[in-house]
């Protein structure tokens, strides 16, 4: 009994990690958009530059062209109470 209690907590917890990427990308995918980025690609990051300080935020690798046709990476961070914060300061 003991050992089906362990496995449905980490079933649960791999649910809700999996929820939370979904909503973390579509979030990614709407902040890319609004800064006219084409073929937006998003890889979850958990050592990304800034990792060691962060409080229940997530980070991520994205990768997209931009309106000039440039190839561009740049690391973002979210939560589910946040909006999205990239590394880059000069991106909006």
Same mark, same amino acid.
């Given at each position: 009994?003991?050992?089906?209690?362990?496995?449905?907590?980490?079933?649960? !917890?791999? %649910?809700? #990690?999996?929820? =939370?990427? *979904?909503?973390?990308?579509?979030?990614?995918?709407?902040?890319?958009?609004?800064?006219?980025?084409?073929?937006?690609?998003?890889?979850?990051?958990?050592?990304?530059?800034?990792?060691?300080? !962060?409080? %229940?935020? #997530?980070?991520? =690798?994205? *990768?997209?062209?931009?309106?000039?046709?440039?190839?561009?990476?740049?690391?973002?961070?979210?939560?589910?109470?946040?909006?999205?914060?990239?590394?880059?300061?000069?991106?909006?």
């Amino acid at each position: 009994m003991e050992g089906l209690f362990i496995v449905l907590v980490l079933a649960v !917890a791999v %649910g809700i #990690r999996v929820w =939370l990427h *979904s909503v973390d990308t579509s979030r990614i995918r709407e902040a890319a958009e609004k800064n006219n980025w084409q073929d937006v690609s998003i890889s979850w990051s958990p050592f990304a530059p800034g990792w060691v300080f !962060a409080k %229940g935020e #997530r980070h991520y =690798l994205v *990768s997209y062209t931009d309106a000039d046709g440039n190839k561009n990476q740049t690391y973002c961070k979210t939560s589910l109470f946040t909006g999205v914060f990239w590394r880059d300061k000069n991106i909006d």
